[in-house]
């Protein structure tokens, strides 16, 4: 369905005056006004003429602007933030390391030197040290019986 109506009268109104008739413009109107409100009880609806509303003001761009600018001074601050955060995770990361390396190697050392100790010679240097001597006979107990058994060894 189109905007233009399909009966258009065929009624040519007059110019409007200028100049010195200016004053007699008021009553040229009235006959104007008869002949359009005819015109519409002729086709039983108003013109094809139609008020329309006043064009709103062009609205400015600066309140977009600065919102797609700070949009994007936000993410910007935002991927910087992550990036220090995963920086110093990298660098706690890299220190854990290297502690546990050391602590491996303490575990290590002291592992070798609890091997060390451990060795027969060792054992009976340190006992030697302390004053004891090898004993001559082996000596059981025997929980059945509640005695010492001894070996004699040579």
Same mark, same amino acid.
Request: charge should be positive.
């Given at each position: 369905?189109?905007? /233009? ?11 409007? !005056? @200028?100049?010195?008739?200016? !004053? ?11 002949? $359009? ?5 002729? &086709?039983?609806?108003?013109? $094809? ?12 761009? /600066?309140?977009?602007a600065a919102l ?10 935002? /991927? ?6 995963? &920086?110093?995770?990298?660098? %706690? ?7 546990? !390396? ?12 609890? %091997? ?6 060792q054992l009976a240097? @340190? ?9 001559? &006979?082996?000596?059981? /107990? ?9 070996? @004699?060894?040579?």
């Amino acid at each position: 369905m189109s905007a /233009v109506p399909k009966h258009r009268p065929a009624v040519a109104y007059p110019a409007p !005056a @200028r100049g010195a008739a200016r !004053a007699g413009a008021a009553t040229a109107t009235a006959p104007r006004r008869q002949r $359009h409100a005819a015109d519409i009880a002729d &086709t039983g609806r108003a013109s $094809h003429l139609k008020a329309v509303a006043a064009p709103q003001q062009a609205r400015s761009i /600066v309140p977009f602007a600065a919102l797609c600018v700070g949009i994007i001074v936000a993410s910007l601050a935002a /991927v910087l933030l992550i990036n220090i955060v995963m &920086t110093e995770g990298a660098y %706690e990361r890299r220190d854990l390391k290297l502690e546990i !390396a050391q602590l491996a190697q303490q575990h290590d050392d002291l592992v070798m030197q609890l %091997e060390a100790n451990s060795a027969p010679q060792q054992l009976a240097q @340190r006992a030697s040290d302390l004053g004891m001597v090898p004993a001559d &006979t082996l000596g059981f /107990v025997s929980l059945q019986q509640g005695v010492v058994l001894e070996a @004699r060894t040579g």
